[in-house]
């Protein structure tokens, strides 16, 4: 008998046992909240992907080639060729962005390929970004496949880093397209090509003051003028082309604003 009672007792203290792990859970050490009462678990909101840049537009009335904007509006455009030092891109984008300016860049496919961020960097400055071929060679010096593959390659970079093509199209080493290379240009989506009136000159490093002469002697209302990334004589001339498009009372837009 007393071995019955023991046993009897042995198994009520393991039921109080189990009931105890039960309620507590295996690794509590107190009172668990019920699923419904308990705040949401805290999410990481994922960050916003920015819109795809603009598209090339047709303007009509507009050459199938634009050298110039309209001759009746205090407004010009100041294009770069997209190549060189990216220290030398983001201290010309800086020193317009200070002077309120926007500027038009023509980059180079494998500049980009080279320093993807900087796409992204111009169009989060306001600027317009457009289409320089993939390497920068002769364009139209080249075959019809050679040449679709240098546009092509370039407007394959723009896309994949911007969403877009971009704005604009300009052969590399030529102030106009032939006829070829413009046709091959609207094949690739782009409706009008962009030359220019005005070239700087910078690209034979002739100093500053050069620069800025040249620039100041020929620019008027409307006017788009050619200068390059990558040389330091554009950036030292920058500031003062921009004082004296001010005294003139012209203000430097985008190409698309130019002609919108």
């Not at 107190?30 to 994922?46: C, Q, Y």
């Not at 020193?95 to 992204?120: F, N």
Request: aromatic share 4%; proline share 8%; hydrophobic share 40%.
């Amino acid at each position: 008998m007393i071995e019955t009672d023991r046993r009897r007792a042995l198994r009520a203290g393991a039921g109080l046992v189990a009931a105890g792990a039960l309620t507590t859970g295996c690794a509590a050490t107190g009172p668990t909240a019920p699923a419904r009462d308990r705040p949401p678990a805290a999410t990481t909101p994922r960050p916003a992907r920015p819109a795809p840049a603009a598209a090339p537009r047709r303007f009509p009335g507009a050459p199938a080639q634009i050298s110039h904007g309209p001759r009746t509006r205090p407004q010009v455009a100041l294009t770069f060729h997209g190549q060189g030092d990216p220290a030398t891109a983001k201290a010309l984008l800086a020193q317009a962005e200070k002077a309120g300016a926007r500027i038009t860049v023509l980059a180079v496919g494998s500049w980009l390929d080279a320093h993807p961020d900087l796409a992204r960097r111009i169009l989060d400055g306001g600027h317009d970004l457009g289409n320089h071929t993939h390497h920068h060679l002769d364009i139209n010096a080249m075959s019809e496949a050679e040449a679709h593959a240098e546009i092509a390659g370039c407007a394959d970079r723009l896309r994949r880093l911007t969403g877009s093509i971009g704005t604009w199209f300009r052969p590399s080493r030529a102030r106009t397209a032939t006829p070829l290379v413009e046709r091959l240009a609207h094949r690739a989506g782009y409706p009008h090509v962009l030359s220019y009136d005005v070239d700087s000159l910078d690209f034979t490093s002739p100093g500053a003051p050069a620069v800025t002469r040249t620039v100041a002697r020929e620019i008027r209302e409307g006017s788009v003028v050619s200068l390059h990334f990558g040389y330091a004589d554009t950036v030292a001339a920058l500031p003062a082309v921009l004082e004296e498009l001010e005294r003139r009372g012209l203000r430097a837009v985008t190409t698309t604003e130019l002609l919108t």
